[in-house]
């Protein structure tokens, strides 16, 4: 079956550096995306990888392996702002996305 | 990216009645939209995907006949639920993809369904 697997809940500081993973299992795979969701609100993308490395953003890096079926969405320099869920999603070979149940960012001053 | 909107952003109603909600994509033409519909602290789950002059495609254990949707344009797509009961009331979001080798998706700001 198709999966998508993240943790449910991180506490990081503001200023500081957090790392959230995400392990993914689909037919076939055609990319994966983060989305930021603040409480209440629509999704915003926030990144796509499709090939192996690090894609850099701002303050925001994702890192793919297909290899491993695996990604992390890095943050940096944290903000009170980036209190919020992120998704993580995977594109099966249909191109369908495969969301994960969120992990809620939690930060504290 | 698209810009998306949804009207009504929320909407309280009776059991039984029905309620129509709109997507709209105001700088694409969208050939394909998707309604999800989240409940409290859970994920995303797609309900259908909708396709401009065609039926839409339902996900397994959605009722095709209890959520209406009429892609009736390039730039419309509407999701009625009808006969509605205190557990259809969720967050309801439409989405549109980029288009083109852009798979990313875009999403409306939501609309909230509360049955009474």
């Known amino acids: 079956g198709q999966n998508i697997d993240q943790p449910t809940e991180m506490t990081a500081t503001e200023g500081a550096i957090v790392q959230i993973n995400c392990t993914y299992q689909?037919?076939?795979?055609?990319?994966l995306f983060w989305y930021q969701q603040h409480a209440g609100e629509a999704p915003t993308f926030l990144s796509y990888?499709?090939l192996d490395g690090l894609e850099e953003k701002g303050r925001f890096s994702s890192f793919l392996s297909r290899s491993k079926g695996y990604s992390y969405l890095l943050l940096k320099e944290l903000q009170m702002k980036d209190s919020a869920s992120y998704l993580c999603?995977?594109?099966?070979?249909?191109?369908?996305?495969?969301w994960g149940a969120g992990t809620k960012l939690i930060i504290k001053p | 990216g698209a810009v998306v909107s949804q009207h009504p952003s929320w909407v309280i109603c009776k059991s039984g009645t029905s309620v129509k909600i709109e997507c709209r994509s105001l700088?694409?033409?969208?050939?394909?939209m998707f309604w999800y519909r989240q409940f409290p602290k859970q994920s995303l789950m797609l309900m259908a995907t909708?396709?401009?002059?065609?039926?839409?495609?339902?996900e397994q254990g959605v009722e095709k006949d209890k959520f209406l949707i009429n892609h009736a344009s390039l730039t419309l797509s509407t999701l009625t639920v009808t006969s509605a009961h205190p557990e259809d009331s969720s967050f309801y979001i439409c989405?549109?993809?980029?288009?083109?080798?852009?798979?990313?998706?875009?999403f409306g700001p939501g609309t909230r369904l509360t049955v009474t």
């Open positions: 990888n499709v």
């Open positions: 909708s396709n401009e002059g065609s039926k839409a495609t339902y």
């Open positions: 999603a995977a594109m099966d070979s249909n191109y369908q996305l495969i």
């Open positions: 989405s549109v993809t980029g288009g083109g080798f852009s798979y990313e998706q875009y």
């Open positions: 700088d694409f033409q969208a050939t394909t």
């Open positions: 689909t037919s076939g795979f055609n990319g």
